[in-house]
């Protein structure tokens, strides 16, 4: 692959959200479990924002049954927008705005079946092209002054080639993640010598682990393409960047900032309390409020 293909700009991110959320039953039997706020906010839009923030101009959403209310979210809610005009409702009208994505700027596809993550990312490459392209799994919520994906265009600009978001886990949990062989390192990169989807404690070859960050080749697909099966009986993504090591540079990030599971429970809450805190209009109150709970005072 030459520089210039490796170089080319990151435009479109890749959100693949067609995942039945079972574990957030039964707040998702109707609603997207990406539709799941935290404080006010649903987890698809934090991760919409974070790539706006990041450039990208052009937003894939590989969707299933049931996720209508995504595209419904991000959509001009045109009686609602009405009637905050008529009632001079500046900040919700703003709230609003925020929450839309510019006519032709997304597009929806389905993954008919739950395959698996490659297979989902592979669900994209239609709209992609030929064109590098981020990933971001909207389960994993990073709190940064400057977003994870936009940290990781930055060290892209540098490097080229293929960047995954890193952190060391706890090593008793790596076989929930996909994990690296380490290189080289080189201020916050480190070179990706090898990737294998969750390796069993004994046999994971570190504890840095990608989380939910991709900026990847398009040569991915065509690899993605042959179907293979890996962990879980699943079309992994992690599989299929393996193969793509020792062609285009490929490195892990380790980004500035923290990241939440919102995929777990305890994660989840865990957020909220985080950027409740963060946010000043509701620190004030939920600050003290949260303190006394924890000195025993309900
Ligand atoms: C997916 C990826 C895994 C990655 C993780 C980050 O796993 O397959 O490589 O480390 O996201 O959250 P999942 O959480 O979908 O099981």
Redesign the pocket.
Known sequence: MSIETTRKKVRTVVFPVA?LGTRFLPATKVIPKEMLTVVDKPLIQYAVEEAREAGIEHFVFVTGRGKGAMEDHFDLAFELDATLQARNKLAEIELLKESRLLPGTSSFVRQQEPLG?GHAVWCARDIVGDNPFAVI?P??LVHAEKGCLAQMVEAYEQVGGNIVAVENVPREDVY???VLSPGAEKGALVEVKGLV??PKVEEAPSTL????RYILQPGIFSILEKGQRGAGGEI???DGMAQLIGGAPFHGLRFDGTRY?C?DKVGFLHANVAYGLARPDIAAKFGPALKGFLAGKL
């Not at 682990?209 to 939910?212: L, R, Y």
């Open positions: 995942g993550l799994l389960d994993d929930r993640y996909g989807e969750k682990s990608i989380i939910g992994q993504l992690t599971d995929g």
